[in-house]
C-alpha cells in the first residue's frame, strides 16, 4: 500500500462497506489455501449486497470447518460436530427459511465421516452453499490421508495412497446438487466467479475448492499442491459473473460464450475454451468429469447447473414467514380442537 | 429378580374346584392368543372397548413379535373394578386361536382357569382343571364370509361373541365399539364383522354351557374418559406444544408417535387461507441426522423434536453434547425398548434412564421427565419444550414401550393452562436498548443466559455457537478458568432447573416404616403392591413417584423419612437407583433396597410384591 490519501470507502448495494463482511484473524497456516477462500467469501457476500444478519455460517469440524469465524462476523455461526454440519445447516433452515446459509466443509468432514449426511443434503436440495476445502489430508490431527487423496498420492512420510478418490462433484450431480461447481483456491477470478453463482442460486451448491495444505499436502508427489495445481488444473471455461441488479449490459459473441440466467436475473457468462461446454446436460457433466479424471486433469469451473428442481424448503409448504418466531395462536390449536381429538378416543 | 416367567399364583375362590360357587366379578384378565397380521387386532379392541363401555375400568396388553404377518401374538385385557390398570401377571380367561402356542399356552393357565379354543385343536385333551369351551371356528366363519380370503380375518370376530356371551357383554355397546372400530368409510367391513360376532354369540348361547366364575358387570367408572396409546398422547402434547420442527428417524417403538403427530399436524397446522404448514417434518437418513436437524432447527429458534428408542439415543450421544454444551433446546422423546442391542424391539423395558440422564462424553447432564400415563405424556412433552427453550438444552422425554404402544384408560386431554414458555431471548429492540450482549454472560444469577436467533435485524445480534471452549462473549477459549468457570455455570442453570421441573407425587400415611420410589409405568404396579402389602401382608408402605430429573428435595426428605426404600426398576441394573445413588448422600443410599424386573413384560404388582415380601422375610 502506498501513502496516498484513503480513496473514499466503497460500499455495496446495501451501503455497507468490506469490512461489514470480515470476521475474526485466522489461526491456520501462512499460506493455507483455506485463507484464500476465506477472503473470496468475504468479496462475494459483500459485491452481492447480502445481508450479514441474514447469514448463517455452518462448519463440521477440521481445518476448513474454523473459517467461518474468519468471514462475516456480523453474521450468526455454528461450529457443530464433525461431518454433520449437513444435518444442523438443514435444521436450521426448516427453522428459518429465510437464512442464506453456507457451510464450510473439509475433505475429511463430507467424505468420510460426514459422507452419509452429505448424499442425502444432496437427495434433498437443501438451498444453501456447500463449500469442500479439499486438501487431501487431515490437518488438525497432522496429515493423514483423507478419502479425496488421488491413487498415487504420497504423503510426506512416503506413505502412497492406494484406494481411489470420493469425488464430491460427481456425487452431487449424480443425486440431486442443482450448482456443481470445482475450483482452486488459487484462482481467485474463476472461485470469485463461481461464488457469486451460488448466492445467486436458488437451490443447493456444491463447490469442491483444491485448497492446498501448506504444512502437510504442498510438496512433490502431493496431487493437491500448488505445484501440482498449476500443472494440472485445466478450466472448463472462462467465468463472468454478472450480478441481476447491475446495469451492464451482457454481450456475447455468437460461439464463444454461453450465458446461464440463475434464479435472481444474474447471469452467469461461460467464455469458450477448449470446447463450448453446456452445464445444464447431467450427462455431459459426469462424462467431462470420468474424462479428465482419466487425464490426470483437474477440471475446474461450473460443471452442472439444474435451475428447475424444488428445493426442500419449498417441497415442504411452510407458511412465508420463519417457523421459529411464529405466535402462539398459530402454533397451538384452540381448546375446541382438543374437545374433538378427546371425543375421537372416548 | 428372575426374568424367567413363574407359576401363576392362584387366587383362593379358583383353586380347586371348577364349579366356584363365588362369581369374580369386574376383576380378571382375558388373554387372546393369535397369529400377527391376522386382523386380530381389531378383535381385541373391540373387546376390550365393550368392556370399557360398560363402565369397567381397563388395560390392554399388546405382545407381539418383531414381524409383519405369521408370528404368534398376545393381547391381554385387564377388566378392574378397582381402576388397576397395570399388568395382571396371572390370566384368568384364555382364548386360543393359535395352533402354534396353544398347547403351551394351555400348560401355562393356572387351575380353573377358563379356555375358549378352536375345537379341532383338542386342548381339553391336555388337562381337566381348566373351564373348557370349544368353538368351530372354521365351521361358523363360512356362513357369515363367503369371500374365502376374508374369513382368516372375519374368523377373530367369532371369539368377540363367544366371550361377548359367556362373560355377559352388553351386545349393544359391543356392535358400538364395532362400529367406531370400523370408522364411517367401512360401514360394509363392520357388517360383514357384525355377522361373525353374532355367529359366535349365537354359538355359545346354544352349544356352551358356563361353568367358569367371570362376569363383566356395567359400572360407571369410565365416564368421559379415553383409550389412548401413549404415543399418540405425546404426539399430541407435542401439537398442543407448538412444536414447529420435527426430524425422525423410524424405529420401534417410537415410529407410531411421529407419524400421529405428522397426522394430527396435516389436519390441525395448515392455515386455512394458504394451506401451508407451520411446521415442518422431515424424515432423516438416520439418528445422527435425526437429533442434529433438531438441534440446527432449535437454534435457529424453532420448538423441534426429534422421537426414538434406545439404539437411536446410543447414535445421538455426540450430538448430545454438543447441544449441552452449546445450550442449545430440543427435545428427545425416547420410547424404551429391551436393550442392550438391537435386544427386543417390540418388548418394554426402562433401559435408557442412565443414558437419557447423562449421554454424551465429558461432563454432562440432561433433564428427563417421566411420564406414566397417557395425560402424563401430553403434559409433559409440552413442559419438555418449555424447558427445553427457557433452560436452552436438549430435554429428554423417558416413555417405555408399555406406555407408548399399549392401550390406556385416561382422563381426557386437558387444554394447556400456561402459554407457551420461549425462555430469554434477545430481539432487535432489546439490543437496542442493551447495546449487546454476551451470549454466555449470568446476568440473572441463576445460570440461564441470553441468546439471538439468527437473522435477528441488528449489529450485535451475532455470536458464534462452537462446541469447543468458549468464554462468556462465545469465544474460542482454552483458558482453564473459563473452561471452569462456564462448566460451574451449566450447573448453576442445572441447579435452577431442578426446582422448576415436575416435582414427585407421594402417597403417605403415618407410621408406613417401608418406602416406594419409582417412576414411569412401574408407577401402575408400585401402587397396586402397595395395597396388596397391606391387604395380604398387614405391611404398610408409602410410596413416591418420581416424575423428573434432576430428582427434588422431596426425594432425600422422604428417603429420609423412612427405614428402608425399595426403588423399582425394570431394568437389569438398577438404573433409577444408580442415578439416585448419584444425586444422594450416602446415609441416605444406604437405606435404599432395589427391585428389579427385566424380562420384557410389563411389569405387574405381584411380581413387585414378591420381591418385597421375599427382601422383608415377610
Sequence with gaps: MSAAPAPPKKTNRIGLEVLNYRGGKTTLCAGCGHNSITERLIEAFWEMGVEPQQVAKMSGIGCSSKTPAYFLSQSHGFNAVHGRAPAVATGALLGNHQLRCVVVSGDGDTASIGLGQFMHMLRRNVPLIYIIENNGVYGLTKGQFSATADVGAKLKTGTVNELPPIDCCLAGIELGATLVARSFSGDKRQLSAILKASIAHNGLSVIDIVSPCVTFNDHEGSTKSYAYMKDHEEPLHDLDFVPGFSDIEVEIEEGESRVVELHDGSKLVLHKLEHDYDPTSKIHALEVLHESTRRNEVLTGIIYVDRGKPTLTEMLDVVDEPLATLAERRVRPSREVLEQINEEFR | ?618
Design chain 2, 1 to 618: 429378580m428372575h426374568a424367567t416367567p413363574t407359576v401363576p399364583s392362584v387366587p383362593a375362590e379358583q383353586s380347586g374346584s371348577l364349579h366356584a360357587k363365588e362369581r369374580v366379578i369386574n376383576d380378571f384378565s382375558i388373554q387372546v392368543a393369535t397369529v400377527n397380521g391376522s386382523g386380530s387386532q381389531t378383535a381385541n379392541n373391540v373387546l376390550m372397548r365393550t368392556i370399557f363401555q360398560m363402565g369397567v375400568p381397563v388395560s390392554g396388553k399388546n405382545l407381539f413379535p418383531s414381524n409383519i404377518a405369521g408370528l404368534p401374538t398376545w393381547f391381554t385385557i385387564r377388566a378392574s373394578k378397582e381402576g388397576y390398570i397395570g399388568r395382571k401377571k396371572e390370566i384368568d380367561f384364555f382364548v386360543a386361536m393359535n395352533a402354534e402356542t396353544a398347547q403351551e399356552d394351555t400348560l401355562k393357565l393356572a387351575p380353573g382357569s377358563a379356555l375358549v379354543y378352536d375345537e379341532p385343536l383338542k386342548l381339553n385333551e391336555l388337562r381337566s382343571d381348566l373351564h373348557f369351551y370349544p368353538v368351530p371356528f372354521d365351521k361358523l366363519v363360512g356362513p357369515v364370509c363367503p369371500e374365502a380370503k376374508l374369513r382368516k380375518l372375519v374368523k377373530n370376530m367369532i371369539y368377540d361373541g363367544v366371550v361377548a356371551q359367556l362373560l355377559g357383554l352388553d351386545l349393544e355397546e359391543m356392535r358400538k365399539a364395532l362400529f367406531k372400530q370400523f370408522g364411517t368409510k367401512k360401514k360394509k367391513a363392520a357388517e360383514l364383522n357384525w355377522g361373525a360376532v353374532a355367529a359366535g354369540k349365537e354359538y355359545a348361547e346354544k352349544n356352551l354351557t358356563k361353568t367358569d366364575p367371570f362376569r363383566i358387570e356395567p359400572m360407571d367408572r369410565t365416564g368421559g374418559k379415553l383409550i389412548i396409546e401413549g404415543n399418540t398422547a405425546a404426539a399430541l402434547g407435542c401439537l398442543f406444544a407448538g412444536v414447529t420442527v420435527l426430524t425422525w428417524y423410524p424405529i420401534t417403538p417410537s415410529s407410531t408417535l411421529a407419524e400421529a403427530l405428522i397426522s394430527y399436524l396435516g389436519r390441525f397446522r395448515r392455515e386455512a387461507e394458504s394451506g401451508k404448514g407451520t411446521y415442518a417434518v422431515v424424515q432423516a437418513e438416520d439418528e445422527l441426522a435425526a437429533v442434529g436437524m433438531a438441534i440446527g432447527a432449535g437454534w435457529a429458534g424453532a420448538r423441534s423434536m426429534t422421537c426414538t428408542s434406545g439404539p437411536g439415543v446410543s447414535l445421538m450421544s455426540e450430538f448430545i453434547g454438543l447441544a449441552y454444551y452449546a445450550e442449545i433446546p430440543t427435545v428427545i422423546i425416547d420410547v424404551q425398548r429391551v436393550g442392550p442391542s438391537t435386544g427386543l424391539p417390540t418388548r418394554t423395558m426402562q433401559g435408557d434412564i442412565m443414558s437419557n440422564a447423562l449421554l454424551s462424553h465429558g461432563d454432562s447432564k440432561h433433564p428427563v421427565l417421566f411420564p406414566s400415563s397417557p395425560e402424563e405424556c401430553f403434559t409433559m412433552a409440552q413442559e419438555c419444550f418449555d424447558l427445553a427453550e427457557r433452560f436452552q438444552t436438549p430435554v429428554f422425554m423417558n416413555m417405555d414401550l408399555d406406555l407408548g404402544m399399549n392401550n390406556w384408560m385416561s382422563d381426557a386431554l386437558p387444554y394447556p393452562e400456561q402459554p407457551i414458555a420461549r425462555g430469554k431471548v434477545l430481539t432487535a429492540e432489546d439490543l437496542n436498548r442493551l447495546g449487546g450482549f454476551a451470549r454466555y454472560k449470568d446476568v440473572d444469577g441463576d445460570g440461564v443466559t441470553y441468546r439471538t436467533l439468527p437473522g435477528t435485524k441488528h449489529l450485535q445480534a451475532a455470536y458464534f455457537t462452537r462446541g469447543t471452549g468458549h468464554n462468556e462473549k462465545a469465544v474460542y477459549s482454552e483458558r482453564e478458568d473459563d473452561w471452569i468457570q462456564n462448566m460451574d455455570r451449566l450447573t448453576r442453570k442445572f441447579e435452577t432447573l431442578r426446582h422448576s421441573i415436575s416435582p414427585p407425587l407421594m402417597r403417605e400415611q403415618p407410621g408406613a416404616k417401608i418406602g416406594l420410589v419409582s417412576c414411569g409405568t412401574s408407577r401402575w404396579a408400585m401402587e397396586e403392591s402397595s395395597d396388596q402389602l397391606s391387604r395380604e401382608y398387614g405391611t404398610e408402605t408409602n410410596w413416591l413417584r418420581l416424575r423428573a430429573y434432576p430428582f427434588s428435595d422431596e426425594l432425600a426428605a422422604f428417603i429420609e423419612r423412612h427405614e428402608r426404600v425399595y426403588v423399582i426398576d425394570q431394568n437389569r441394573d438398577a438404573q433409577l437407583l444408580g442415578l439416585m445413588r448419584l444425586d444422594l448422600d450416602p446415609a441416605r443410599v444406604a437405606k435404599l433396597r432395589s427391585v428389579r424386573y427385566y424380562g420384557g413384560m410389563p411389569l405387574d404388582a405381584r411380581t413387585v410384591t414378591d420381591e418385597i415380601v421375599m427382601q422383608e422375610g415377610l
